[in-house]
């Protein structure tokens, strides 16, 4: 079928992209769905920082490539072998594939599956096919197994949850990324218990779930840390109990003195090294560091080995909030239901495909939350 789709040529294009163009939107050939894929209509996308990371080229990737990995939509065909989803359903996008049978993903761990990584990394679906095609028949790559800045995508049945027809799809597509990552980051990876002490330090899109699943989770304290006084006063609105600003000299000091020498659990949602030097900076003796941000690949982070060890600091890594997403989804759509996770307050509006480069400037910026894409209008 043809459809239209968003695609990435050029990584490192200069700002403002709403005249470089990084994302040009063309008309392309959609092969049906294989076995075990599924045919779906794109109701939603967010714009995501791993996003403009992408286009930035601070994350390369296989090129030419159509990204977007934080969706819902409408299943419309099902591939062969494909009998637990049907034509109408509504689903919520994974962005890590998985095999269902190595050794991470039996144990839990499907955000981690190698089988996902090497799709990933080869720009294909996990079943090694690309399903894309320029209209001159160049084959087009796949971002995260997905492809969501398009009007449709083909995608693995593992790439998706079915959720509940009654709720919205631009507030679903928010779950596909940014709640699992920012909530699973505080539940999950940093397993917080209600009376915790807990920092989030960047409150975008993932950090103000981080921030959510907090307040929902009962922290006694969260003390959120960005370099917008702006985003610092949406999180006082929203439940931290204690804000700072990043910019200001010897942030790190202030916040360890109000909190009698720094914090149990820190979440970095930021995804630079100065975010994660801060974040280290604040954790407390025998306290433990859970980084969800990604910065440009090679960047390094290093800390004096022997505080390390003296202090017993643990660094975790937590990728798409080590989810597993056939639990994780309903189990935070239950917490959205009860207005526990109200991610509608992070919609900074809606966008056509023809307006996602200007999207991406304003993520740059950093003057928005979640903006959505709305490729079929
Ligand atoms: N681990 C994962 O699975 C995963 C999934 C999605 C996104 N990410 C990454 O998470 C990060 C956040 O994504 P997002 O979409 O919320 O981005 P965003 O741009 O919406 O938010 C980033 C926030 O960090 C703040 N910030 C920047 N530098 C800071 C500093 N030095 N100190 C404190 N705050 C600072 C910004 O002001 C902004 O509010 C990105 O690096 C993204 O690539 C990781
Ligand atoms: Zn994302
Ligand atoms: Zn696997």
């Not at 209509?41 to 601070?58: K, P, R």
């Not at 030419?64 to 509504?90: F, N, Y």
Request: hydrophobic share 40%; charged share 20%; proline share 5%.
């Amino acid at each position: 079928m043809r459809m239209q789709a968003a695609i990435l040529f050029e990584p490192g294009k200069p700002r403002p992209y709403a005249a470089s163009t990084p994302l040009v939107v063309e008309e392309v050939e959609l092969e049906g769905p294989g076995p075990g894929e599924v045919l779906i209509e794109i109701a939603a996308a967010g714009l995501c920082h791993s996003d403009l990371s992408a286009i930035e080229g601070l994350r390369p990737r296989p090129l030419p490539v159509v990204i977007g990995h934080e969706g819902a939509g409408i299943v419309r065909e099902c591939g062969e072998g494909v009998t637990d989803l049907k034509p109408d359903d509504h689903v919520v996008t994974v962005f890590v594939s998985s095999c269902g049978v190595c050794r991470q993903c039996v144990r839990g761990r499907p955000n981690i599956c190698p089988s996902g990584f090497a799709a990933r990394s080869a720009g294909t679906l996990i079943s090694g096919a690309r399903r894309i095609r320029r209209l001159n028949g160049e084959s087009v790559n796949h971002g995260s197994g997905l492809s969501l800045f398009a009007q449709y995508a083909v995608v693995a049945r593992r790439s998706m949850v079915r959720i509940d027809r009654s709720i919205p799809l631009d507030d679903a597509a928010i779950f596909g990324c940014a709640v699992m990552t920012g909530a699973g980051a505080v539940l999950n990876t940093a397993g917080m218990r209600a009376g915790d002490t807990i920092a989030v330090v960047g409150l975008g899109g993932v950090g103000m779930n981080a921030l959510f699943a907090a307040v929902a989770g009962g922290a006694e304290r969260i003390i959120a840390v960005d370099t917008s006084a702006e985003k610092l006063g949406l999180a006082r609105q929203w439940g931290a109990t204690d804000t700072f600003l990043a910019t200001e000299p010897d942030c790190a000091g202030q916040i360890r003195a109000a909190t009698e020498g720094g914090v149990d659990t820190v979440i970095e949602t930021a995804g630079n090294i100065r975010a994660m030097e801060l974040a280290y900076a604040i954790t407390a003796r025998g306290g433990s560091v859970v980084s969800a941000g990604l910065p440009a690949t090679g960047a390094n982070f290093s800390y004096m080995h022997a505080g390390l060890v003296s202090d017993e600091k643990s660094i975790l890594g937590s990728y798409m909030g080590s989810c597993v997403p056939e639990r994780d989804i309903p189990r935070f759509l239950g917490l959205y239901r009860r207005g526990a996770l109200p991610v509608g307050r992070l919609k900074s509006g809606t966008l056509p495909l023809e307006e996602i480069n200007a999207g991406f400037d304003r993520l740059a910026e950093g003057s928005v939350l979640r903006q959505v894409l709305r490729p079929n209008g």
